[in-house]
C-alpha cells in the first residue's frame, strides 16, 4: 500500500511538472514578439476576465499568436505521443515517425502537391502531406508483414520504404529546380501561417489517435515483457502493435500535414520524460504528449524571435536542441531490443 501511494504521488507530480511546463511555454510564448504585450493584461486576458489591452494588442494576441501557440502544441503533443507509441511497439528508444516511412511519405507527397498541383498547390499541400504519410506506413508495414513477423523486420522494411520515397522527391526535385525553395521551406517546418482553422482542422484526427494511443498504455507495458508474456495474458501481441502502429502513424500524419516535417521532437521527448518519470508506456505516455506541447511551443517561440524580423525553420531550432540529447541517448542506451 505504501508503495502505491508512493507511486501515485510519484505520478502526480510528473504530471504536474509536465503541466507547468506548458503553461510556462505558453505564456512565454504569447508574451515575446515584435508587439510588446502587458504580461498582467494579458494573463487577464487569456482568462477572460478584464483587460487593458488595446484592441491592436488584443488582434495580436488572438489571430496571431495565440492559434500559432495552439498549433504548436498539437503538433508538439502529436509528435511526442506517436514517439512514445512507436518506440513502446518496437522497444526501441531510437524510433519515431521518420523510422516507418511516415515523414519521407509526407514529403513526397507535399512534393507532388507543390510541383504539379500549380496554383492549387498552396491548398493541395497537407492533404497530400496527409495522404503520403499515411501511405508511406502502410506500404512499410504490408512490407515488413510479408517478410517476416519481427519488429526487426518491420523496422528494415521503414527503412527501405523511406529511402526509395526520398529517391523519388530527389528526383522530381532535380526535374523542378524552381520549386526547390518551397519544398525546402516546407522540409524544414514551419507555424508562420497558422490558424484556428488548421487547428480545428486536425483536432478530429489529435483527439481520435491520441486516444487509442493512451488507452493501450497497459498493453505497451506488457509488450515490453515479451510477446509470449503478453500471449498468456491474454494479449494479442500483433493486433496491440498494428493498432498502435496506425493511430501513432495517424497523429503523425496529422502533425507533419499542418506544420512541415520537424524532426527531433518524437525521439528525443519521450526518451527524456521515461528518465526522469519511469518507463511505464502509462505514465509515458500522457506526459509525453503535454511535453511535447510546451517543447515546441518554447522552439517555436525561439525561431521567430531569435533572428527577427527574420524567422527560422522551426525544425533547425528542434535539431539544435535535439542533437545532443540524441546524442546522449545513443551514448547512454547500451542495448537495444528488437
Same mark, same amino acid.
Given at each position: 500500500?505504501?508503495?502505491?501511494?508512493? %507511486?501515485?504521488?510519484?505520478?502526480?507530480?510528473?504530471?504536474?511538472?509536465?503541466?507547468?511546463?506548458?503553461?510556462?511555454?505558453?505564456?512565454?510564448?504569447?508574451?515575446?514578439?515584435?508587439?510588446?504585450?502587458?504580461?498582467?493584461?494579458?494573463?487577464?486576458?487569456?482568462?477572460?476576465?478584464?483587460?487593458?489591452?488595446?484592441?491592436?494588442?488584443?488582434?495580436?494576441?488572438?489571430?496571431?499568436?495565440?492559434?500559432?501557440?495552439?498549433?504548436?502544441?498539437?503538433?508538439?503533443?502529436?509528435?511526442?505521443?506517436?514517439?512514445?507509441?512507436?518506440? %513502446?511497439?518496437?522497444?526501441?528508444?531510437?524510433?519515431?515517425?521518420?523510422?516507418?516511412?511516415?515523414?519521407?511519405?509526407?514529403?513526397?507527397?507535399?512534393?507532388?502537391?507543390?510541383?504539379?498541383?500549380?496554383?492549387?498547390?498552396?491548398?493541395?499541400?497537407?492533404?497530400?502531406?496527409?495522404?503520403?504519410?499515411?501511405? %508511406?506506413?502502410?506500404?512499410?508495414?504490408?512490407?515488413?508483414?510479408?517478410?517476416?513477423?519481427?519488429?526487426?523486420?518491420?523496422?528494415?522494411?521503414?527503412?527501405?520504404?523511406?529511402?526509395?520515397?526520398?529517391?523519388?522527391?530527389?528526383?522530381?526535385?532535380?526535374?523542378?529546380?524552381?520549386?526547390?525553395?518551397?519544398?525546402?521551406?516546407?522540409?524544414?517546418?514551419?507555424?508562420?501561417?497558422?490558424?484556428?482553422?488548421?487547428?480545428?482542422?486536425?483536432?478530429?484526427?489529435?483527439?481520435?489517435?491520441?486516444?487509442?494511443?493512451?488507452?493501450?498504455?497497459?498493453?505497451?507495458?506488457?509488450?515490453?515483457?515479451?510477446?509470449?508474456?503478453?500471449?498468456?495474458?491474454?494479449?494479442?501481441?500483433?493486433?496491440?502493435?498494428?493498432?498502435?502502429?496506425?493511430?501513432?502513424?495517424?497523429?503523425?500524419?496529422?502533425?507533419?500535414?499542418?506544420?512541415?516535417?520537424?524532426?527531433?521532437?518524437?525521439?528525443?521527448?519521450?526518451?527524456?520524460?521515461?528518465?526522469?518519470?519511469?518507463?511505464?508506456?502509462?505514465?509515458?505516455?500522457?506526459?509525453?504528449?503535454?511535453?511535447?506541447? %510546451?517543447?515546441?511551443?518554447?522552439?517555436?517561440?525561439?525561431?521567430?524571435?531569435?533572428?527577427?524580423?527574420?524567422?527560422?525553420?522551426?525544425?533547425?531550432?528542434?535539431?539544435?536542441?535535439?542533437?545532443?540529447?540524441?546524442?546522449?541517448?545513443?551514448?547512454?542506451?547500451?542495448?537495444?531490443?528488437?
Amino acid at each position: 500500500m505504501t508503495a502505491r501511494r508512493s %507511486g501515485r504521488r510519484h505520478a502526480a507530480r510528473a504530471y504536474l511538472a509536465a503541466a507547468a511546463f506548458l503553461v510556462a511555454a505558453v505564456l512565454v510564448s504569447a508574451l515575446a514578439g515584435a508587439a510588446d504585450l502587458n504580461p498582467l493584461a494579458t494573463a487577464a486576458a487569456l482568462v477572460h476576465l478584464p483587460s487593458s489591452l488595446s484592441p491592436l494588442d488584443r488582434a495580436v494576441l488572438f489571430q496571431i499568436r495565440l492559434p500559432r501557440i495552439m498549433l504548436g502544441a498539437l503538433v508538439g503533443g502529436l509528435l511526442a505521443v506517436a514517439g512514445a507509441g512507436y518506440q %513502446g511497439v518496437f522497444r526501441n528508444p531510437l524510433v519515431d515517425s521518420g523510422t516507418l516511412g511516415a515523414s519521407a511519405g509526407a514529403g513526397l507527397g507535399a512534393t507532388l502537391a507543390i510541383v504539379y498541383a500549380g496554383g492549387a498547390g498552396t491548398a493541395a499541400v497537407p492533404v497530400a502531406a496527409f495522404a503520403g504519410s499515411l501511405a %508511406g506506413v502502410a506500404i512499410a508495414y504490408a512490407a515488413g508483414s510479408v517478410t517476416g513477423s519481427g519488429t526487426a523486420t518491420l523496422l528494415l522494411a521503414g527503412v527501405a520504404v523511406s529511402l526509395f520515397l526520398t529517391a523519388v522527391q530527389t528526383w522530381l526535385l532535380q526535374r523542378s529546380a524552381q520549386d526547390l525553395q518551397q519544398v525546402y521551406s516546407w522540409l524544414f517546418g514551419s507555424l508562420s501561417a497558422a490558424t484556428w482553422q488548421q487547428a480545428l482542422d486536425i483536432l478530429p484526427y489529435s483527439a481520435v489517435s491520441i486516444g487509442v494511443v493512451l488507452v493501450h498504455g497497459r498493453h505497451l507495458d506488457v509488450l515490453s515483457v515479451g510477446d509470449e508474456e503478453a500471449r498468456a495474458l491474454g494479449i494479442g501481441p500483433g493486433r496491440v502493435r498494428l493498432v498502435v502502429v496506425a493511430a501513432c502513424s495517424l497523429a503523425a500524419a496529422s502533425a507533419v500535414a499542418v506544420s512541415g516535417l520537424i524532426g527531433f521532437v518524437g525521439i528525443v521527448v519521450p526518451h527524456v520524460i521515461r528518465r526522469l518519470a519511469g518507463a511505464s508506456y502509462r505514465l509515458v505516455l500522457p506526459l509525453s504528449l503535454l511535453a511535447g506541447a %510546451g517543447f515546441l511551443v518554447f522552439a517555436d517561440t525561439v525561431a521567430r524571435t531569435v533572428a527577427a524580423p527574420a524567422e527560422l525553420p522551426i525544425g533547425v531550432v528542434t535539431a539544435l536542441a535535439g542533437s545532443p540529447v540524441f546524442v546522449w541517448i545513443l551514448r547512454s542506451t547500451s542495448v537495444v531490443r528488437t
